[in-house]
């Protein structure tokens, strides 16, 4: 989401470790924790959903504006996720998103992105890793479900040696720890968590050649069930304790223990079906773009092996 970045701030913070989820009844700590960044006019949260009686936040898009919010304070690794139900029918020239991103110059991003498509065409969900800076590390997939119908989980696990893109339980994508090979980690700046729906027409559908219908308008996204279990980092103090607290954190924590640190046979077979099944583009394999494979791509896949849906 680099085009939607904010002004630039170096930032240096007091960490401490928080665990929230929101419900029906405490919706207001959820603007305890959010707010609402831009297009407030197309932004409801007054519905609970049906069965858990969570808060729903539906963003809105119409011709004027598009709609998002963002979390008060930046996260330093962990576990962060929420569920999402797309816009449905036509929804071309829309972009979903929901991804982390930090405000430093050089700066990290993790970023889920729904392309959406013309009635009866497939969602494309694109994700992209930012290090100190570098993206350019786009993956498109599709999905193995229609994500208008219900809710889907989308989340990150965020540790010392891995970075885990997941739809509900499945492993989508691996970003491994390669500073040994000389490329940038995500290791020491905290990252905002936002969600937003914009309109992307010149891009976004078949590369801009199927445009948004904005007789259909508004475009409703629907966001529930945020779940974050992290080290929030709240001041803008200069001592570097404060990041230590969250690196002390994460050594003792589940996300930064032995097991998450690294795939599970589960999470391999994921990724493979995945890779075989479900992408349809991969910067790896961009020969146009990259006079040669970034040096990273030789760990984020599993060893190619042949596999079924």
Avoid at 15 to 29: L, P, Q, W
Avoid at 79 to 101: E, F, P, Q
Avoid at 296 to 301: D, F, H, I, L, V
Wanted: charged share 25%; aromatic share 16%; glycine share 8%.
């Amino acid at each position: 989401m680099a085009k939607m970045k904010i002004a630039t701030v170096m930032l240096v913070f007091l960490s401490t470790a928080v665990t929230f989820f929101v419900s029906e009844v405490d919706a207001s700590k959820f603007w305890d924790d959010f707010y609402v960044n831009f297009g407030d006019w197309n932004v409801d949260y007054r519905t609970a959903d049906a069965d858990s009686g969570n808060i729903v936040v539906n963003l809105g898009l119409d011709n004027t504006s598009g709609s998002g919010f963002r979390s008060k304070y930046p996260f330093l690794y962990g576990h962060i996720g929420m569920k999402l139900k797309l816009v449905g029918g036509n929804s071309a020239g829309t972009v979903t998103s929901y991804y982390l991103a930090s405000v430093f110059e050089k700066w990290c991003e993790l970023d889920f992105e729904f392309l959406g498509n013309v009635s009866g065409e497939p969602y494309i969900l694109q994700t992209n890793v930012f290090a100190e800076g570098k993206g350019d590390r786009e993956q498109r997939i599709y999905l193995w479900f229609d994500p208008t119908e219900d809710y889907h989980y989308y989340g990150i696990l965020w540790n010392q040696n891995l970075i885990l893109f997941m739809v509900d339980d499945v492993v989508i994508r691996v970003f491994h720890n390669s500073k040994d090979l000389g490329i940038p980690y995500l290791e020491y700046q905290p990252m905002y968590v936002y969600s937003s729906i914009w309109n992307g027409e010149q891009w976004a559908t078949r590369g801009g050649t199927d445009k948004t219908d904005w007789s259909l308008q508004p475009f409703i996204a629907s966001y529930k069930d945020f779940d974050v279990d992290s080290c929030a980092v709240h001041s803008e103090g200069n001592d570097k304790d404060d990041s230590h607290r969250c690196y002390n954190k994460l050594y003792s924590s589940w996300y930064g223990g032995a097991d998450a640190g690294k795939l599970t046979n589960k999470q391999i077979d994921d990724l493979k079906r995945i890779q075989y099944n479900y992408v349809i583009y991969d910067y790896c394999t961009d020969a146009e773009r990259f006079d040669e494979t970034p040096k990273e791509c030789s760990r984020n896949w599993p060893q190619r092996e042949h596999t079924t849906a």
